[in-house]
T-cell receptor, first 116, second 114 residues
């Protein structure tokens, strides 16, 4: 089975530009998560969706960040305008049901973003 | 709120030696606990998880972890390390009343000496 698919794998952009990261969760999974990984802050949960509905976006750093899930097989994380401090690895992940019911979160390989 | 501490930022072991990576959590009730491994440039792969039942859980690649409620710990162990185990290891905790949220520790980087 295909895992969580993220694109682009690597992106270098200039400060002020819009960045869109894309994610295709594992087919049939109800939950989708966006995490950010940096050296300073480690892995942080930005937002997660259940059945395409955002459940918790308390980790979204500021209004420059937005995430959408228009259907069960696609999600985007957008940064507009981007800043150098947004440079990080952004992971998308999905799980079949609630983690609290014993399900596993599966991670994509990440999108490596560099803002110069 | 729950939190996870991995006290060791970096550990070096010799190939064939045993390994223990420490993880301590803070949570008022019984949490869900996970260990993930991340190889350079890769995503996170689940090694093992604890939800309930037997406190000693077996995972992939010969890893095991033991949940000790009295110590709020979930340490990862392997009896004999292979060079391919060099990677970063993350402990994570999930709360039973927070659907999908996992809180990750800062990670422990494992180096393996030949």
């Amino acid at each position: 089975d295909a895992g969580v698919i993220q694109s682009p794998r690597h992106e270098v952009t200039e400060m002020g530009q819009e960045v869109t990261l894309r994610c295709k969760p594992i087919s049939g999974h109800d939950y989708l998560f966006w995490y950010r990984q940096t050296m300073m802050r480690g892995l942080e949960l930005l937002i997660y969706f259940n059945n395409n509905v955002p459940i918790d976006d308390s980790g979204m750093p500021e209004d420059r960040f937005s995430a959408k899930m228009p259907n069960a097989s696609f999600s985007t994380l957008k940064i507009q305008p981007s800043e150098p401090r947004d440079s990080a690895v952004y992971f998308c992940a999905s799980s079949l049901r609630r983690v609290s019911s014993g399900n596993t979160i599966y991670f994509g390989e990440g999108s490596w973003l560099t803002v110069v | 709120a729950q939190s996870v501490t991995q006290p060791d930022i970096h550990i070096t072991v010799s190939e064939g030696a045993s390994l223990e990576l420490r993880c301590n959590y803070s949570y008022g009730a019984t949490p869900y606990l996970f260990w993930y491994v991340q190889s350079p440039g890769q995503g996170l792969q689940l090694l093992l998880k604890y939800f309930s039942g037997d406190t000693l859980v077996q995972g992939i690649k010969g890893f095991e972890a033991e949940f000790k409620r009295s110590q709020s710990s979930f340490n990862l162990r392997k009896p004999s390390v292979h060079w391919s185990d060099a990677a970063e290891y993350f402990c994570a905790v999930g709360a039973r009343n927070q659907g999908g949220k996992l809180i990750f520790g800062q990670g422990t980087e494992l180096s393996v000496k030949p």
